[in-house]
């Protein structure tokens, strides 16, 4: 049930808000009021033409929202649609939006979101239904024919436990394509991601082992001059010079000559204390500089070794991604996509398994719903033809004609024909 309407910048509407009430609402006004203006925002919002002429004079653009109450039948129909496009909000309420700008440009929305025409259409036909002098019934569109029988069959939940079925074989039939579509070229697939992989787990990068091997490297590239530059370290702090002594005998008479003093003058005892430690600071960097030239190794070989390593890093990370972390994770979805090409052929069995139970599900429920409008539509016709009756139009006959989709690619009904499926089912209904 249509509860708001609001219309701005729309023709010769500079701005309408409306809200209705159930039951039946008229609007009254003389030609030119705006009634058949209102009709066409209307027909605007539900996907018609969205022509440039709607906007008004002074304006950008021509906007008309309608909030809808989901109440009647309709509500499993609408809801169907809503959680098939994921626009879903509130599921007793739904609302249409129609902008129309002066270049030209249209938007629909559902929601608040985005949506295209075709979309705004096929749910507004469900809300809807306008008549008019120059309007054709939805009684008049075949493609409405379909709907009206079922509202009055009231098959509603066969034909959601039908469409559940439908769409679970959609899904199915596009994971089978792609995977046949996979299949198709997997032996050089599967030889190119064998290649990568066993090229990226035979090097067994470990992360952070770049950063390492630099500074390895670094140092075994240097080690003369690290050698170099740590012996004459020692030679000044521990061994001297003939000409000059060493710095720990400089700073061990100085220790002593203000050990000395403090004796004497207690309020120096903290210089002899800090002469002291440094004295001590300057023996731990002795036996620091001492341990490191144990450990500066002059080793041609390992630095080719390392450099090799380094060489073999930067092949990969410039092949598979910019870091170690980028080349492990490659590797990962490489064995993964090897797995799935392996186990497609198991896979693609198992579906065409599931396929033919769905088939035979999907026909099934399919003939017994197609039951039930058959048999809701010689009910239907009666009905009519009575009210027709009263109507002193007792000679017309009204009928529902039943046809079955064909299709090569459907599936095999008892009498050996072949029918085609979609959402609705695979009936053809003309009244």
């Known amino acids: 049930m249509l509860t708001e309407l609001h219309i701005q910048n729309f023709a010769i509407i500079d701005k309408l808000d409306l809200r209705f009430d159930s039951g039946l609402i008229?609007?009254?006004?003389?030609?030119?009021?705006?009634?058949?203006?209102?009709?066409?925002?209307?027909?605007m919002l539900l996907g018609g033409k969205a022509d440039t002429t709607f906007?008004?004079?002074?304006?950008?653009a021509a906007f008309v929202e309608a909030v809808f109450q989901l109440t009647g039948p309709e509500k499993e129909a609408v809801h169907f649609i809503l959680n098939r496009e994921e626009l879903m909000d509130d599921p007793n309420y739904v609302v249409l939006m129609r902008e129309v700008r002066k270049e030209g440009r249209s938007v629909a929305r559902i929601n608040g979101r985005t949506v295209n025409v075709g979309l705004l259409k096929e749910l507004g036909a469900l809300l809807i239904d306008?008549?008019?002098?120059?309007?054709h019934l939805s009684l008049l569109d075949p493609r409405a024919h379909l709907g009206l029988l079922d509202r009055y069959a009231e098959v509603a939940r066969p034909l959601s436990d039908y469409r559940q079925t439908y769409h679970s074989l959609l899904n199915l039939r596009r994971e089978l394509n792609d995977l046949r579509k996979s299949q198709s070229d997997a032996d050089r697939r599967i030889e190119m991601l064998t290649y990568q992989a066993e090229e990226i787990e035979s090097a067994r990068l470990k992360v952070g082992e770049d950063e390492e091997l630099r500074k390895e490297r670094d140092r075994l590239a240097n080690a003369e001059a690290l050698a170099q530059n740590a012996q004459e370290a020692l030679a000044v702090l521990d061994e001297g010079s003939p000409e000059t002594p060493?710095?720990?005998?400089?700073?061990?008479?100085?220790?002593?000559?203000?050990?000395?003093?403090?004796?004497?003058?207690?309020?120096?005892?903290?210089?002899?204390?800090?002469?002291?430690?440094?004295l001590d600071t300057i023996?731990?960097?002795i036996h620091g500089l001492r341990?490191?030239?144990?450990?500066?190794?002059?080793?041609?070989?390992?630095?080719?070794d390392v450099e090799e390593r380094l060489d073999v890093i930067h092949s990969l990370t410039r092949k598979y991604g910019g870091s170690i972390p980028a080349v492990i994770a490659y590797g990962e979805d490489t064995r993964k996509q090897l797995e799935t090409i392996t186990g497609a052929v198991d896979r693609i069995n198992d579906l065409e398994m599931q396929e033919a139970k769905l088939l035979e599900?999907?026909?099934?429920q399919g003939g017994v719903l197609s039951e039930k409008r058959k048999s809701a539509a010689i009910s239907m016709g009666k009905g009519i033809e009575t009210e027709l009756g009263d109507l002193k139009m007792a000679s017309a006959q009204f009928g529902v004609d039943f046809q079955t989709k064909p299709?090569?690619?459907?599936?095999?009904?008892?009498d050996g024909r072949r029918i085609a499926f979609d959402q609705n089912g695979f009936d053809r209904v003309e009244f």
Do not use: W
């Open 26 to 43: 008229i609007l009254t006004g003389e030609t030119g009021a705006g009634k058949s203006i209102i009709l066409d925002a209307v027909v």
């Open 55 to 60: 906007v008004r004079s002074d304006s950008d």
């Open 130 to 135: 306008i008549h008019g002098q120059a309007e």
């Open 246 to 278: 060493a710095a720990t005998d400089l700073v061990g008479q100085a220790a002593q000559a203000l050990a000395t003093l403090a004796k004497i003058d207690a309020g120096q005892a903290e210089l002899a204390n800090q002469a002291e430690l440094l």
């Open 283 to 285: 023996s731990d960097v």
């Open 291 to 304: 341990d490191y030239l144990d450990e500066i190794e002059f080793n041609p070989k390992r630095l080719e």
């Open 361 to 364: 599900k999907v026909a099934k």
């Open 407 to 414: 299709d090569v690619n459907g599936a095999p009904l008892a």
